[in-house]
């Protein structure tokens, strides 16, 4: 191996670790103009001067493990919290950016299958299979659609309102193609190189102006008062009360403490995931009196919580988001449907386990997954809301988290403590604007050791709880918009723009060969 190959390899993932300061919290955008242009630049260059297949998944695989190294470092801070998990952290600290550093391996690999030989037709087929392997790598084995290059525009809400339309996929596919065009006009074959350029940037306006309108729009919405105010508690209960035997009374006492409940208002209180150390759905009863004691009939709960059912023998446990009224009579509950791979439930459990891999999940038994997800409908004293429930990350899918929009809001409960004092609790916080934007829908969010807020349908945070702080917010009003062509269509939109790319890209490849 040359020099030259050296310093080509540390090029890409020094690119790639360059490109994940536009992500959140940092949010260089204009970063990715630069990096992924280099990228782009390269592997056009390359591809005209080598043959060798398996260097062209090493150029990509080599980007994307700069990528995700410096951007998903904060997973092995999970494993500190155990004894026993804290020699797997070196091993999770390059194995996971290892692996989904595949994807882009790939993106590269096909890109030199099929590559042309002028610049439009390769710009529109790198972006082309870029958008789609970033929806597999959201989709195949669970899915998990971290850190996609559209959230780098997180910090801009009127570019962004475009994904009610076209979805956070469709947008990153455009981000890619917008990120990359300066590398197009540079190494132009045509005229029509600079064209497609200046359609992107005409495209990015016309987005922002498209967000302006919606902005509008929703200033001029009728406002729906509420019977009830929602009372989204933001907590900073440390995670070692899982460790350290805490007393149930002491937690459940400070959180209700922080939720300020007042028997002469119509509240309900929306706690974060999995506060109750030691509490299960059935064992929650045996502190009915100290929840009777603070609330009244005007006032219900929302919280996670585990629960268990016995099928066949068989006992099942879930984790759930359950509503209780001030008696803890159990009204309503979901069961979480996407589960954390090795956090709550072991792939392929039955055959790792005998070969000793059960201990990954402190041998546990995994969490069982829920049926599905429906709207859960609160009924008190003649009125009713309906939310969508989400648990913790089920928030960072894009397309399929609903069937119908036939909810007033998005109801999302997490705990973030497991990223401990690094960027992602604020990486999983972002998520939850994207899925604003794309439903026309509020997401109330509450978390504890993380951001909780009320973000509307445009985006915006209209309230929140920052990191490393603790107290409430309340919606006692919301608007009411049309539903998004997204939420009536989902990713069924980005399919039409990837035919539409394919066509562009054998359209341009015609062209360029007559």
């Excluded at 940092?26 to 630069?34: A, E, G, Q, S, T």
């Excluded at 979805?167 to 193609?177: A, D, K, R, V």
């Excluded at 987005?207 to 907590?235: C, M, P, T």
């Excluded at 996407?338 to 005998?354: D, H």
Aim: aromatic share 18%.
């Amino acid at each position: 191996m040359t020099k030259k190959s050296y310093l080509e390899f540390i090029f890409l993932i020094f690119l790639g670790a360059a490109t994940s300061l536009s992500l959140p919290p940092f949010n260089y955008v204009i970063i990715n103009f630069i990096t992924l242009s280099l990228l782009f630049a390269f592997l056009i260059k390359r591809s005209k001067e080598i043959k060798n297949k398996k260097i062209f998944f090493f150029y990509g695989w080599l980007f994307g493990f700069g990528y995700f190294i410096t951007n998903l470092y904060w997973i092995s801070i999970s494993l500190t919290f155990d004894e026993s998990f804290k020699f797997l952290i070196p091993v999770t600290l390059i194995l996971i950016p290892a692996f989904l550093a595949l994807f882009y391996g790939l993106v590269s690999f096909l890109f030199f299958i099929f590559k042309t030989k002028k610049i439009i037709s390769s710009f529109f087929l790198f972006s082309l299979i870029f958008g789609l392997i970033e929806y597999v790598r959201g989709s195949i084995l669970t899915g998990f659609p971290w850190n996609l290059i559209a959230y780098s525009f997180s910090n801009h809400l009127e570019i962004l309102n475009i994904t009610s339309i076209i979805g956070t996929y469709g947008f990153n596919l455009f981000c890619i193609s917008l990120f990359i065009s300066p590398a197009v006009f540079i190494l132009r074959d045509t005229r029509f190189d600079i064209g497609v350029c200046v359609i992107f940037l005409l495209l990015t306006i016309t987005f922002y102006l498209y967000g302006i309108q919606s902005k509008k729009g929703f200033a001029e919405a009728k406002i729906n008062s509420l019977d009830h105010k929602v009372r989204v508690i933001g907590s900073n209960i440390k995670l070692d009360r899982f460790y350290s035997n805490i007393d149930p009374i002491t937690a459940i006492e400070d959180l209700i403490e922080l939720s300020e409940p007042d028997k002469n208002e119509k509240i309900i209180f929306v706690w974060p995931e999995g506060i109750l150390p030691g509490i299960s759905q059935e064992k929650i009863v045996d502190y009915k009196w100290l929840f009777e004691s603070h609330f009244n009939e005007n006032h219900l709960l929302v919280l996670g919580i585990n629960s268990k059912s016995v099928d066949k023998g068989v006992v099942k446990y879930f984790n759930s988001l359950s509503v209780y009224d001030h008696s803890l009579n159990l009204l309503n509950s979901y069961d979480k449907i996407n589960l954390v791979p090795f956090g709550e439930f072991l792939p392929l459990e039955n055959i790792l386990k005998n070969i000793g891999l059960k201990t990954l999940a402190n041998n546990y038994q995994s969490y069982s997954k829920g049926n599905e997800r429906n709207i859960i409908k609160i009924s008190n004293n003649n009125s009713s809301l309906k939310f969508l429930p989400l648990i913790c990350y089920e928030i960072i899918y894009s397309g399929n988290i609903f069937k119908n929009s036939d909810f007033d809001f998005i109801i999302n409960i997490s705990e973030d403590g497991w990223f401990g004092q690094s960027v992602g609790p604020k990486q999983h916080f972002i998520h939850s604007i994207y899925r604003a934007i794309e439903s026309g829908k509020y997401v109330l969010r509450s978390a504890n050791n993380g951001i909780s807020a009320i973000i509307n349908p445009l985006g915006d945070i209209e309230q929140k709880v920052s990191f490393n702080e603790t107290g409430y917010i309340d919606l006692s009003q919301f608007k009411k918009t049309q539903p998004t062509v997204f939420s009536k269509y989902g990713n069924k939109v980005f399919g039409l723009i990837i035919l539409l790319y394919i066509f562009l890209f054998f359209s341009f490849n015609r062209i360029n060969n007559e």
